[in-house]
C-alpha cells in the first residue's frame, strides 16, 4: 500500500495533447475513481501510472519513490484491464500465478497465494478451468484476484465493469468496494461512468479534455461542481443548465449577489431539486417513468428542464405545471469562462 | 400432424446436410493423390522391363527388392540422416527467427511496422535465382562450401519473408492488452514472445514448421551448388543419381522418391490435428 502523486503529468501524442498539466494526489489506502467522457485521458493517465506510456512532461510517485522512468513491473502496481486480458491458453490457477511465475516464487508459496486470493475474490471453484469457459463476471473475478496476489502497492482498474451486463455491474460494484475496504488498499478506479464514479470513490477526480476538472468527495463533486463541464457531466439526468436574466434562469427565480451584477451567468440547477406545485408554469413535453422514481421533462420556451419526482407523479403529457426551486439549490456559473461563483 | 414435444426432451441433433458439398473438395483430392498413388505403385514394379503404356494401379509381379536396391545404387540412408540433420537445425531455426522477427513487427508503432512489413513484401518478390551467384561469391569467400551452412544460413533470416510476415499477423491479431498484462506482471519481451505470444499462434507454428521442412526437405538447388562431397549429400542430390540411371529402371527411381516423400508425408499427417484444433481458447 502506498500513495502516488502526479505533478505537472502531459502527454502528447503528435499534435494531439491527450493529458496537460496533470497535479493528483492519491493517499495510501484510498479509493480515487477517475472519471470522464471518452477521450478525457483518464486511461492515458491510468497507463502513464502503470508506466505503459511514459509522460512527456511531469512526474510520477509511488510512495517514496520516483518510478516516472521506472519500467511497469518494477512498480509494483497491478492492473485490471477493460478486457481482463487474461492468458487464454492458461488455467485460472496460472492466470493469477502469472506474475508469481515471472518473479520465481517457488512453486509451494505460489500456490498458497494465489488459493488465497482465489479465496477472497470468490474464485476458488475456477482455479482449473480456462479462461473460454467462464462467464463475464467470473472472468473479472479472476482478474481481480491475478491482480491482489501480488500485493501491489498500487491496484489500477481500468473500467472493469463495462463489460458486465447491468445487474452484475451492479453486484460487482458492491463487492469491489467490499474488497476495498477490506484490503485497505490504494486504488485508482478509471470509469466513464459518474454514477460508478460516485458510488465507488473515496473520492472522484474528473477529467475532461486532457485536463483535471475537479477532484473532491463524491457529494462535493455533485452538489458543488466546480465549473460548467463538471456540472453537467456528472449526475444523471444531467444539471439543468440556464442563462440568467433579470433575476431569473428561464421559469426560476434566481438571487444574484450584487457583486456579479451585469455579468453574464448561467445557472445550474439539479433535476431533484426542482419543485412541482409553485412558480411559473411549464409544459410536460415528456414523462419517463423509472420505477422508484419519474424524470419529467419540461418545455419552457425554446429550452428544456429535466425534473425528478416521486414515482406517483405522473402529469399528462401536453398538460401544465408550475415550477420552482429553493435558492440554496441554485449553482451560479460564468457564462464565458464556465466557472462556478 | 407435428408431434408436441415434451417439457425439458432434447431434440436429437439432425443428421448433417449437404454432404455433396464435400465432392469437389473430394475431387481436387484425387488429383493431388493420384501421382502419389501412381509413385507408390511404381515403386514396386519389376525393375528392367520397358515402361507400362497405361497407368497401372498394381503391378504384376511385386517387386519388393526395388528398395533393397535403390539403397545398394545409392547411399540412400546417409542422404536420408542428412536430410534429416540438416531439416532438424534448420526448421527450429526458421521457427524462432520468423517468429522473433514477426514479434517485433507486431509490436513496434504502426508506422515502423508498416515499412518492416514493405521491406518484407519486397524481399519476397526477389526471385531466389537472382541471389545464387551473390549468395555462393559470398559463402566461398568465408570458405563455408561444401559444409550443411549454406543450406542452413537462410533460417537465420526465417528463412522465406512470408513467415515473418505469417507471424507478425498472427501476433498483431492478439489482443495488446495481454502483452501489457504480461510486462506488468514482470515478464520481459523474449518471456512474453514465449510464454503468451507463441502458445496463441500454435498453429502458426505448426504452418511454418511443415512449410519449412517441406522447403529444406526439397531443396535441389543448394546442396547442388554448395555440397561437393557425397557423404554431405541431401536427399534429392541421391534422387538425382537414380534419376540418371536408364529408363527400364525408374521403379528404382520411384522406390527412392517414396523414401523421400514419406517423412513429409509422416510429418504432415502428424501436425495436421494442429491446423484442425479451434481457437476455442480466444472466444
Given at each position: 500500500m502506498a500513495s502516488l502523486v502526479l505533478t505537472g503529468v502531459g502527454k502528447r501524442y503528435g499534435e494531439v495533447e491527450?493529458?496537460?498539466g496533470l497535479n493528483l494526489e492519491v493517499g495510501e489506502g484510498e479509493l480515487l475513481a477517475l472519471v470522464g467522457p471518452s477521450g478525457s485521458g483518464k486511461t492515458t493517465a491510468l497507463r502513464i501510472v502503470a508506466g505503459l506510456e511514459q509522460p512527456s512532461a511531469g512526474s510520477v510517485r509511488i510512495g517514496a519513490r520516483d518510478v516516472t522512468r521506472v519500467p511497469p513491473a518494477a512498480r509494483n502496481v497491478s492492473m485490471v484491464f477493460q478486457s481482463y486480458a487474461l492468458f487464454p491458453h492458461l488455467s485460472v490457477a496460472e492466470n493469477v500465478g502469472f506474475g508469481l511465475r515471472a518473479r520465481r516464487v517457488s512453486k509451494g508459496e505460489a500456490g498458497q497465494r494465489v488459493r488465497a486470493a482465489a479465496e477472497i475474490v470468490g474464485c476458488s471453484s475456477l482455479l482449473e478451468r480456462k479462461p473460454h469457459e467462464l462467464s463475464g463476471g467470473e472472468r473479472q473475478r479472476v482478474a481481480l484476484a491475478r491482480a491482489l496476489v501480488r500485493e501491489p502497492d498500487l491496484f489500477l482498474l481500468d473500467?472493469?465493469?463495462?463489460?458486465?451486463d447491468a445487474q452484475l455491474r451492479v453486484q460487482m460494484r458492491a463487492e469491489l468496494k467490499r474488497l476495498h475496504q477490506r484490503l485497505e488498499t490504494t486504488m485508482i478506479y478509471v470509469t466513464h461512468d459518474q454514477y460508478e464514479a460516485l458510488t465507488l470513490g473515496d473520492r472522484v477526480a474528473v477529467l475532461g479534455d486532457g485536463v483535471l476538472q475537479q477532484v473532491g468527495p463524491p457529494e462535493e463533486v455533485y452538489d458543488r461542481p466546480i465549473n460548467r463541464f463538471v456540472a453537467a457531466f456528472v449526475g444523471t439526468p444531467a444539471m439543468n443548465l440556464l442563462p440568467v436574466e433579470g433575476g431569473r434562469a428561464g421559469p426560476f427565480a434566481v438571487r444574484v449577489p450584487a457583486s456579479l451584477a451585469g455579468r453574464a451567468l448561467e445557472a445550474g440547477v439539479r433535476p431533484e431539486h426542482v419543485q412541482l406545485g409553485t412558480g411559473d408554469s411549464v409544459e410536460v413535453q415528456l414523462v419517463e417513468s423509472a420505477g422508484s422514481e419519474t424524470f419529467l421533462h419540461l418545455g419552457w420556451r425554446e429550452r428544456t428542464i429535466v425534473a425528478r419526482t416521486g414515482a406517483g407523479v405522473r402529469p399528462a403529457v401536453g398538460s401544465s405545471v408550475t415550477v420552482s426551486v429553493a435558492p440554496g439549490h441554485v449553482r451560479l456559473f460564468d457564462a464565458e469562462s464556465g466557472s462556478a461563483l | 400432424m407435428a408431434r408436441p414435444s415434451l417439457p425439458g426432451a432434447r431434440r436429437r441433433p439432425r443428421p448433417e446436410r449437404g454432404g455433396w458439398r464435400h465432392i469437389p473438395a473430394l475431387a481436387l483430392a484425387l488429383v493431388f493423390c493420384l501421382p502419389l498413388v501412381y509413385m507408390v505403385a511404381g515403386s514396386f514394379r519389376k525393375a528392367g522391363l520397358p515402361p507400362p503404356r497405361t497407368p497401372e494401379l498394381?503391378?504384376?509381379?511385386?517387386?519388393?527388392?526395388n528398395y533393397e536396391r535403390a539403397f545398394e545404387l545409392v547411399d540412400l540412408g546417409r542422404h536420408l540422416l542428412n536430410s534429416i540433420a540438416v531439416a532438424a537445425i534448420a526448421v527450429p531455426l526458421t521457427i524462432l527467427f520468423a517468429s522473433w522477427a514477426g514479434f517485433a513487427i507486431s509490436r513496434l508503432p504502426r508506422r515502423a511496422a508498416a515499412a518492416l512489413v514493405g521491406i518484407s513484401l519486397v524481399a519476397l518478390m526477389v526471385p531466389a535465382t537472382a541471389l545464387l551467384v551473390p549468395r555462393f561469391a559470398l559463402f566461398k569467400t568465408l570458405g563455408l562450401t561444401d559444409t550443411w551452412i549454406p543450406l542452413i544460413a537462410p533460417s537465420l533470416l526465417g528463412t522465406s519473408p512470408f513467415y515473418v510476415l505469417l507471424y507478425a499477423w498472427s501476433f498483431r491479431r492478439l489482443p495488446g492488452d495481454l502483452f501489457e498484462a504480461s510486462r506488468l506482471e514482470g515478464l520481459g519481451v523474449l518471456g512474453t514472445w514465449w510464454r503468451v505470444g507463441m502458445p496463441l499462434v500454435r498453429p502458426v507454428t505448426v504452418a511454418v514448421a511443415v512449410l519449412a521442412f517441406v522447403f529444406t526437405w526439397s531443396n535441389f538447388l543448394d546442396p547442388l551448388i554448395y555440397l561437393f562431397d557425397p557423404d554431405k549429400y541431401t536427399l534429392p542430390l541421391g534422387l538425382r543419381s537414380l534419376a540418371q540411371?536408364?529408363?527400364?529402371?525408374f521403379p528404382l527411381l520411384l522406390a527412392g522418391a517414396v523414401v523421400a516423400t514419406a517423412p513429409v508425408i509422416l510429418a504432415f499427417l502428424y501436425v495436421q490435428r494442429f491446423f484442425l484444433q479451434e481457437h476455442r481458447e480466444l472466444g
Open positions: 491527450a493529458l496537460r473500467e472493469p465493469l463495462s463489460n458486465l | 498394381l503391378p504384376s509381379p511385386i517387386a519388393f527388392d540411371l536408364d529408363r527400364q529402371n
